[in-house]
């Protein structure tokens, strides 16, 4: 299996721009995690979805935000519009039920 | 919040001695995970604990738990250069797929 798959790799876009993070699971894993990491504030959980379902979206920051998982193989993370604060590396995970979580390689935003 | 804290923020040693990190959290947990990531990559799982276990090993790595002082502590045994990453404690909440992380110790291991 290739792991959990996230694109792009790096975004830059300016401030107003809606912006749209991809993940693809790990097949087979039925809860998908996105995660962001900055320096200031760790590692926060924005939103998880179990059987493609969200479960928990209270770590969304604001209605900027939006998150789906039209099917179990893939999953967006929308910010429209996107602001300078936004600026982060966002995650993508996938789990088994209550196992350890597989992450991809991130997606770093930069929000001009 | 039941964030887990890292303990020491960062920590540098030796080639070949042992890094010992600490986690403490706040609130009842079934499990606790240790994760690591180097710089510009995602996490990756290390070990997980779970609440009646005490103490766990794998290769290099000994995990201990105590619930009663809701602490964690990760024991890397003769480091290695490559070892060198930020390590990070999870912790769940009774149940729950959602994991908490702590900031993260960063491990430098010079040669």
């Known amino acids: 299996d290739a792991g959990v798959i996230q694109s792009p790799r790096h975004e830059v876009t300016e401030m107003g721009q809606e912006v749209t993070l991809r993940c693809k699971p790990i097949?087979?894993?039925?809860?998908l995690f996105w995660y962001r990491q900055t320096m200031m504030r760790g590692l926060e959980l924005l939103i998880y979805?179990?059987?493609?379902?969200?479960?928990?979206d209270s770590g969304m920051p604001e209605d900027r935000f939006s998150a789906k998982m039209p099917n179990a193989s893939f999953s967006t993370l929308k910010i429209q519009p996107s602001e300078p604060r936004d600026s982060a590396v966002y995650f993508c995970?996938?789990?088994?039920?209550?196992?350890?979580?597989?992450f991809g390689p991130g997606t770093r935003l930069t929000v001009l | 919040s039941q964030q887990g804290e890292e303990d020491p923020q960062a920590l540098s040693i030796q080639e070949g001695e042992n890094a010992t990190m600490n986690c403490s959290y706040k609130?009842?947990?079934?499990?606790l995970q240790w994760y690591r990531q180097n710089s510009g990559r995602g996490l990756v799982h290390l070990i997980l604990?779970?609440?009646?276990?005490r103490e766990k090993h794998s290769g290099r790595l000994r995990v201990t738990l105590d619930t009663s002082k809701k602490s964690s502590s990760l024991l890397i045994t003769a480091s290695r250069a490559a070892d060198t990453a930020s390590y990070f404690c999870?912790?769940?909440?009774?149940?729950?797929?959602?994991?908490?992380f702590g900031k993260g110790t960063k491990l430098t291991v010079n040669p």
């Open positions: 995970a996938s789990s088994s039920p209550v196992d350890e979580q597989f």
């Open positions: 097949s087979g894993h039925n809860s």
């Open positions: 979805f179990n059987n493609n379902v969200p479960i928990d």
């Open positions: 609130t009842s947990i079934n499990n």
């Open positions: 604990i779970r609440s009646n276990e």
């Open positions: 999870a912790t769940d909440k009774g149940g729950s797929e959602k994991l908490v």
